[in-house]
Protein backbone atom coordinates (compact mmCIF):
# COMPACT_ATOMS: atom_id res chain seq x y z
CA UNK A 1 0.00 0.00 0.00
CA UNK A 2 1.32 3.64 -0.62
CA UNK A 3 2.24 5.47 2.52
CA UNK A 4 0.73 8.16 1.96
CA UNK A 5 -3.07 9.00 1.23
CA UNK A 6 -2.83 12.13 -1.45
CA UNK A 7 -5.40 10.99 -4.37
CA UNK A 8 -8.20 8.07 -4.18
CA UNK A 9 -6.75 6.72 -7.05
CA UNK A 10 -3.34 5.68 -5.81
CA UNK A 11 -5.49 3.01 -3.96
CA UNK A 12 -7.23 -0.31 -5.62
CA UNK A 13 -10.68 -1.62 -4.51
CA UNK A 14 -9.42 -3.75 -2.35
CA UNK A 15 -6.97 -1.58 -0.06
CA UNK A 16 -10.17 0.92 -0.51
CA UNK A 17 -12.44 -1.10 0.96
CA UNK A 18 -10.08 -2.20 3.38
CA UNK A 19 -10.75 1.72 4.76
CA UNK A 20 -14.23 1.42 4.69
CA UNK A 21 -14.30 -2.24 6.48
CA UNK A 22 -12.02 -1.08 9.42
CA UNK A 23 -14.01 2.38 9.29
CA UNK A 24 -16.99 0.32 9.95
CA UNK A 25 -15.49 -1.68 12.76
CA UNK A 26 -14.02 1.70 14.64
CA UNK A 27 -17.41 3.32 14.16
CA UNK A 28 -18.78 0.73 15.72
CA UNK A 29 -16.53 0.49 18.63
CA UNK A 30 -16.58 3.83 19.35
CA UNK A 31 -20.46 3.88 19.92
CA UNK A 32 -20.34 0.97 21.73
CA UNK A 33 -17.51 2.54 24.24
CA UNK A 34 -15.25 0.51 23.14
CA UNK A 35 -11.04 1.57 23.63
CA UNK A 36 -9.62 1.35 19.58
CA UNK A 37 -6.22 3.26 20.78
CA UNK A 38 -4.26 2.13 17.72
CA UNK A 39 -1.95 5.23 17.40
CA UNK A 40 -0.65 4.96 21.19
CA UNK A 41 1.91 7.63 21.08
CA UNK A 42 2.12 8.45 17.42
CA UNK A 43 1.52 12.08 16.67
CA UNK A 44 0.22 13.75 13.76
CA UNK A 45 1.14 17.36 12.04
CA UNK A 46 -1.89 19.34 11.41
CA UNK A 47 -0.90 21.66 8.09
CA UNK A 48 -3.15 24.15 6.98
CA UNK A 49 -3.04 26.89 4.57
CA UNK A 50 -6.50 27.29 4.36
CA UNK A 51 -9.95 27.37 6.76
CA UNK A 52 -11.51 24.57 8.29
CA UNK A 53 -14.19 23.22 10.38
CA UNK A 54 -14.25 19.50 10.12
CA UNK A 55 -11.01 18.69 8.54
CA UNK A 56 -9.52 20.16 11.63
CA UNK A 57 -11.96 18.57 14.44
CA UNK A 58 -12.36 15.36 12.86
CA UNK A 59 -8.38 14.76 12.60
CA UNK A 60 -7.71 16.04 15.83
CA UNK A 61 -10.40 14.28 17.22
CA UNK A 62 -9.36 10.83 15.38
CA UNK A 63 -5.92 11.16 17.10
CA UNK A 64 -7.29 11.98 20.40
CA UNK A 65 -9.59 8.92 20.02
CA UNK A 66 -6.78 6.59 18.51
CA UNK A 67 -4.39 7.48 21.90
CA UNK A 68 -2.33 9.56 19.85
CA UNK A 69 -1.99 13.56 19.80
CA UNK A 70 -2.22 16.28 17.00
CA UNK A 71 -0.31 19.74 16.76
CA UNK A 72 -2.02 22.26 14.52
CA UNK A 73 0.09 24.29 12.17
CA UNK A 74 -1.58 27.29 10.79
CA UNK A 75 -0.31 29.51 7.65
CA UNK A 76 1.12 32.24 9.63
CA UNK A 77 2.94 29.18 11.70
CA UNK A 78 5.23 27.52 9.02
CA UNK A 79 4.98 29.96 5.79
CA UNK A 80 5.08 26.27 3.57
CA UNK A 81 7.20 27.24 0.99
CA UNK A 82 8.00 30.74 2.10
CA UNK A 83 9.93 30.85 5.15
CA UNK A 84 11.79 27.64 4.10
CA UNK A 85 11.03 24.47 1.35
CA UNK A 86 8.74 22.39 1.43
CA UNK A 87 11.00 19.73 1.53
CA UNK A 88 13.33 21.45 3.97
CA UNK A 89 9.91 21.42 6.03
CA UNK A 90 9.03 17.97 5.32
CA UNK A 91 12.06 16.68 6.55
CA UNK A 92 12.29 18.47 9.14
CA UNK A 93 8.73 17.38 10.47
CA UNK A 94 9.58 13.66 9.84
CA UNK A 95 12.31 13.81 12.64
CA UNK A 96 10.14 14.50 15.23
CA UNK A 97 6.01 13.40 14.10
CA UNK A 98 4.96 10.14 12.64
CA UNK A 99 2.27 11.50 10.19
CA UNK A 100 1.82 14.70 8.20
CA UNK A 101 -1.70 16.07 7.21
CA UNK A 102 -1.58 19.02 4.60
CA UNK A 103 -4.41 21.08 3.52
CA UNK A 104 -2.75 23.59 0.79
CA UNK A 105 -3.55 25.55 -2.84
CA UNK A 106 -1.35 24.21 -5.31
CA UNK A 107 -1.55 19.93 -5.24
CA UNK A 108 2.12 20.22 -6.16
CA UNK A 109 2.84 20.90 -2.46
CA UNK A 110 1.13 18.01 -1.18
CA UNK A 111 2.63 15.42 -3.46
CA UNK A 112 5.95 17.61 -2.61
CA UNK A 113 5.95 16.89 0.89
CA UNK A 114 5.17 13.70 0.61
CA UNK A 115 8.65 12.69 -1.86
CA UNK A 116 10.31 14.64 0.94
CA UNK A 117 9.72 12.14 4.05
CA UNK A 118 9.44 8.87 4.75
CA UNK A 119 6.14 9.33 7.10
CA UNK A 120 2.30 9.20 5.60
CA UNK A 121 0.94 12.65 4.12
CA UNK A 122 -2.60 12.34 4.16
CA UNK A 123 -4.15 15.25 1.55
CA UNK A 124 -6.93 17.23 3.93
CA UNK A 125 -8.25 19.27 0.87
CA UNK A 126 -5.75 20.62 -2.40
CA UNK A 127 -7.10 23.45 -5.25
CA UNK A 128 -7.21 19.36 -7.17
CA UNK A 129 -8.59 16.98 -4.79
CA UNK A 130 -10.15 16.36 -1.68
CA UNK A 131 -9.84 12.67 -1.00
CA UNK A 132 -10.82 11.96 2.44
CA UNK A 133 -13.70 13.75 1.97
CA UNK A 134 -14.93 11.71 -0.92
CA UNK A 135 -13.79 8.32 0.41
CA UNK A 136 -16.02 9.35 3.90
CA UNK A 137 -18.63 10.31 1.72
CA UNK A 138 -18.73 7.13 -0.07
CA UNK A 139 -18.70 4.97 3.58
CA UNK A 140 -22.18 7.21 3.66
CA UNK A 141 -23.39 5.88 0.28
CA UNK A 142 -21.98 2.13 1.78
CA UNK A 143 -24.31 3.02 4.59
CA UNK A 144 -27.22 4.39 3.73
CA UNK A 145 -27.68 1.85 0.86
CA UNK A 146 -26.73 -1.51 3.48
CA UNK A 147 -24.03 -2.03 1.02
CA UNK A 148 -20.89 -4.49 2.72
CA UNK A 149 -18.18 -2.57 3.31
CA UNK A 150 -15.95 -5.10 3.32
CA UNK A 151 -16.68 -5.64 -0.19
CA UNK A 152 -18.97 -2.67 -1.49
CA UNK A 153 -20.91 -2.62 -4.86
CA UNK A 154 -21.74 0.67 -6.00
CA UNK A 155 -24.01 -1.02 -9.25
CA UNK A 156 -27.27 0.73 -10.09
CA UNK A 157 -26.04 3.42 -6.96
CA UNK A 158 -26.41 6.57 -9.75
CA UNK A 159 -24.01 9.60 -8.23
CA UNK A 160 -25.06 12.93 -9.74
CA UNK A 161 -22.81 15.66 -8.98
CA UNK A 162 -24.53 19.52 -9.43
CA UNK A 163 -22.35 22.07 -9.89
CA UNK A 164 -18.58 23.49 -10.07
CA UNK A 165 -16.37 20.67 -11.45
CA UNK A 166 -14.04 21.26 -8.01
CA UNK A 167 -11.46 18.92 -6.10
CA UNK A 168 -14.40 17.22 -4.34
CA UNK A 169 -15.56 16.57 -8.34
CA UNK A 170 -12.11 15.43 -9.21
CA UNK A 171 -11.93 12.40 -6.48
CA UNK A 172 -15.60 11.77 -6.87
CA UNK A 173 -13.99 10.54 -10.84
CA UNK A 174 -11.39 9.32 -8.81
CA UNK A 175 -13.73 6.60 -6.91
CA UNK A 176 -15.67 6.20 -10.46
CA UNK A 177 -12.08 4.85 -11.75
CA UNK A 178 -11.15 2.91 -8.63
CA UNK A 179 -14.53 1.39 -7.44
CA UNK A 180 -16.88 1.61 -10.29
CA UNK A 181 -19.31 4.07 -8.76
CA UNK A 182 -21.93 5.78 -11.40
CA UNK A 183 -20.83 9.35 -11.83
CA UNK A 184 -22.36 11.86 -13.79
CA UNK A 185 -21.24 15.05 -13.60
CA UNK A 186 -23.47 18.78 -14.47
CA UNK A 187 -21.81 21.82 -14.59
CA UNK A 188 -22.00 25.05 -17.16
CA UNK A 189 -19.20 25.03 -19.81
CA UNK A 190 -15.65 25.79 -18.99
CA UNK A 191 -15.99 24.81 -15.39
CA UNK A 192 -15.23 21.17 -16.13
CA UNK A 193 -13.68 18.70 -13.91
CA UNK A 194 -9.65 18.34 -14.56
CA UNK A 195 -9.46 17.24 -17.63
CA UNK A 196 -6.52 14.59 -16.84
CA UNK A 197 -8.54 13.43 -14.09
CA UNK A 198 -11.34 12.12 -16.53
CA UNK A 199 -9.12 10.99 -19.04
CA UNK A 200 -7.30 8.77 -16.76
CA UNK A 201 -10.37 7.58 -15.04
CA UNK A 202 -11.42 6.86 -18.98
CA UNK A 203 -8.38 5.39 -19.48
CA UNK A 204 -8.93 2.88 -16.73
CA UNK A 205 -12.48 1.84 -18.32
CA UNK A 206 -14.32 4.08 -16.29
CA UNK A 207 -17.40 5.93 -17.64
CA UNK A 208 -18.18 9.05 -16.12
CA UNK A 209 -20.42 11.01 -18.27
CA UNK A 210 -20.84 14.62 -18.31
CA UNK A 211 -24.47 16.89 -19.10
CA UNK A 212 -25.18 20.52 -19.19
CA UNK A 213 -28.49 20.28 -18.13
CA UNK A 214 -29.29 19.49 -14.62
CA UNK A 215 -32.40 18.29 -15.12
CA UNK A 216 -31.71 15.80 -16.94
CA UNK A 217 -28.87 14.77 -15.32
CA UNK A 218 -30.72 14.15 -12.21
CA UNK A 219 -33.03 11.87 -13.96
CA UNK A 220 -33.08 8.14 -12.21
CA UNK A 221 -30.07 9.89 -9.62
CA UNK A 222 -29.62 7.56 -6.15
CA UNK A 223 -27.34 10.45 -4.69
CA UNK A 224 -27.41 14.40 -5.60
CA UNK A 225 -23.73 15.98 -4.91
CA UNK A 226 -22.98 19.41 -4.66
CA UNK A 227 -20.71 22.06 -3.35
CA UNK A 228 -19.77 25.61 -2.87
CA UNK A 229 -19.85 27.45 -6.40
CA UNK A 230 -16.72 29.62 -5.46
CA UNK A 231 -14.22 27.03 -3.74
CA UNK A 232 -11.44 28.59 -1.14
CA UNK A 233 -9.03 30.79 -2.81
CA UNK A 234 -11.52 31.94 -5.47
CA UNK A 235 -13.85 34.01 -3.59
CA UNK A 236 -13.21 37.08 -5.82
CA UNK A 237 -14.94 35.05 -8.33
CA UNK A 238 -17.95 34.64 -6.34
CA UNK A 239 -20.48 37.24 -7.94
CA UNK A 240 -19.61 36.38 -11.30
CA UNK A 241 -19.88 32.53 -10.43
CA UNK A 242 -23.32 33.08 -9.02
CA UNK A 243 -24.63 34.46 -11.91
CA UNK A 244 -23.23 31.57 -14.45
CA UNK A 245 -24.27 28.85 -11.46
CA UNK A 246 -27.71 29.88 -10.69
CA UNK A 247 -29.06 27.06 -12.74
CA UNK A 248 -27.05 24.47 -10.86
CA UNK A 249 -28.93 25.05 -7.74
CA UNK A 250 -29.88 22.02 -6.06
CA UNK A 251 -33.68 23.36 -4.88
CA UNK A 252 -36.71 21.51 -4.29
CA UNK A 253 -37.59 21.44 -8.22
CA UNK A 254 -34.61 19.49 -8.83
CA UNK A 255 -34.88 17.23 -6.09
CA UNK A 256 -38.45 15.78 -7.46
CA UNK A 257 -36.87 15.33 -10.92
CA UNK A 258 -34.37 12.24 -9.19
CA UNK A 259 -35.51 9.24 -8.12
CA UNK A 260 -37.92 9.25 -5.22
CA UNK A 261 -35.48 7.73 -2.74
CA UNK A 262 -32.64 9.85 -3.17
CA UNK A 263 -29.64 11.49 -1.59
CA UNK A 264 -28.58 14.40 -1.02
CA UNK A 265 -25.28 15.17 -0.24
CA UNK A 266 -22.86 18.31 0.59
CA UNK A 267 -19.33 18.27 1.98
CA UNK A 268 -20.12 21.89 3.86
CA UNK A 269 -20.08 24.28 4.63
CA UNK A 270 -22.82 25.02 2.17
CA UNK A 271 -23.76 28.60 1.32
CA UNK A 272 -27.42 28.32 2.01
CA UNK A 273 -29.67 29.89 -0.71
CA UNK A 274 -26.76 29.39 -3.33
CA UNK A 275 -25.95 26.16 -4.73
CA UNK A 276 -28.46 23.97 -2.73
CA UNK A 277 -31.44 25.71 -0.95
CA UNK A 278 -32.07 25.67 3.07
CA UNK A 279 -35.53 23.19 2.06
CA UNK A 280 -33.32 20.68 0.94
CA UNK A 281 -30.30 20.76 3.19
CA UNK A 282 -32.62 20.83 5.89
CA UNK A 283 -35.29 18.60 4.12
CA UNK A 284 -36.03 14.71 4.65
CA UNK A 285 -33.18 13.70 1.58
CA UNK A 286 -30.44 15.62 2.92
CA UNK A 287 -27.41 13.43 4.56
CA UNK A 288 -24.92 15.95 5.03
CA UNK A 289 -24.57 15.51 8.21
CA UNK A 290 -23.94 11.88 8.27
CA UNK A 291 -21.14 12.08 5.90
CA UNK A 292 -19.45 15.40 8.49
CA UNK A 293 -19.91 12.64 10.90
CA UNK A 294 -18.22 9.67 8.75
CA UNK A 295 -14.99 11.81 8.29
CA UNK A 296 -14.48 11.29 11.89
CA UNK A 297 -14.76 7.44 11.35
CA UNK A 298 -13.22 7.24 7.48
CA UNK A 299 -10.12 8.99 8.65
CA UNK A 300 -9.39 6.76 11.94
CA UNK A 301 -9.33 3.58 9.21
CA UNK A 302 -6.82 5.53 7.31
CA UNK A 303 -4.80 7.23 9.82
CA UNK A 304 -4.11 3.88 11.43
CA UNK A 305 -3.70 2.07 7.73
CA UNK A 306 -1.16 4.71 7.55
CA UNK A 307 0.57 5.19 10.57
CA UNK A 308 -0.40 2.22 12.32
CA UNK A 309 0.45 -1.04 12.73
CA UNK A 310 0.81 -2.74 8.87
CA UNK A 311 -2.17 -5.95 10.58
CA UNK A 312 -4.59 -2.85 11.86
N1 LIG B 1 -15.82 19.39 4.18
C1 LIG B 1 -14.73 19.97 4.68
O1 LIG B 1 -13.59 19.63 4.33
O2 LIG B 1 -14.96 20.92 5.62
P1 LIG B 1 -13.90 21.94 6.22
O3 LIG B 1 -13.48 22.86 5.11
O4 LIG B 1 -14.65 22.67 7.31
O5 LIG B 1 -12.73 21.17 6.75
N1 LIG C 1 -14.63 22.74 -2.91
C1 LIG C 1 -14.59 23.31 -1.60
C2 LIG C 1 -14.60 22.21 -0.57
C3 LIG C 1 -14.60 22.69 0.85
C4 LIG C 1 -14.55 21.57 1.84
C5 LIG C 1 -13.36 24.18 -1.45
O1 LIG C 1 -12.30 23.78 -1.93
O2 LIG C 1 -13.47 25.25 -0.85
Redesign the pocket.
Known amino acids: MKKDLISIADFTAEELAGFFRLAAELKSKLKSGIPHRLLEGKVLALLFEKPSLRTRVTFEVDMIQLGGASIYLSPSDIGLGKRETVADTARNLERWVDGIMVRTFSHKIALELAENCSIPVING?TDLL?PC?VLADLLTVIEHFDLDPARPDFTGIKVVFVGDG???ANSWINACARLGVDFTISCPEGHDPDSGIWEAARADGAKPVLLRDPAAAVEGAKVIYT??WA??GREAEAAERKKIFAPYQVNSALVAKADPGVKVMH?LPAHRGEEITSEVLDGPHSIVLDEAENRLHLQKAVLARLMGRKNA
Open positions: LHQNNVDVSMC
